[in-house]
């Protein structure tokens, strides 16, 4: 039985809607040294979610990835842009991804800065990234990622 062409296009709606629904959050990473950010990777994935690393801010805001990234793992200390560098950067840029830093240099100045800019979690490097505070700040952060409806 041939389907009417309401019951198609419902039909191609309802696909594609279900599509969008069961996308998988894609989470950036940026940091310039290789075997943390591949760790950060390692461990973003083996959440469920998507992961792209990045050396450097620069290399990220140059990428077709910013506009698809639902949250940015970002260290504060790399050479040329620092972390927060960047968030200005995607801030004057109009982007509110929603960020977490991370850092082996913690600096009550710097955790301020970052967080009345909007960051959503500052980290320790090692010492937060273990047990479940990293997965707690990305499960904050996308819970603040909005998707753009289809009609906008």
Do not use: H
């Amino acid at each position: 039985m041939a389907l009417s062409a309401r019951e198609s296009v419902r039909r191609r709606i309802y696909r594609w809607w279900n599509e969008r629904l069961t996308e998988v959050p894609l989470i950036s990473i940026v940091d310039d040294d290789d075997l943390f950010r591949s760790a950060i990777e390692k461990l973003v994935k083996s959440l469920g979610l998507a992961a792209r690393t990045f050396a450097s801010a620069e290399s990220y805001l140059q990428s077709s990835w910013v506009e698809k990234t639902d949250c940015l793992i970002a260290d504060i200390q790399m050479p040329n842009m620092n972390g927060l560098d960047l968030q200005e950067q995607l801030s004057r840029l109009g982007s509110d991804i929603p960020i977490i830093f991370i850092t082996a240099y913690p600096d009550d100045a710097v955790r301020t800065r970052a967080m009345n800019a909007g960051a959503v979690c500052f980290l320790q490097k090692p010492i937060d990234l273990q047990g479940r505070r990293l997965a707690d700040c990305l499960q904050d952060a996308l819970s603040r990622t909005r998707r753009p409806s289809a009609g906008a």
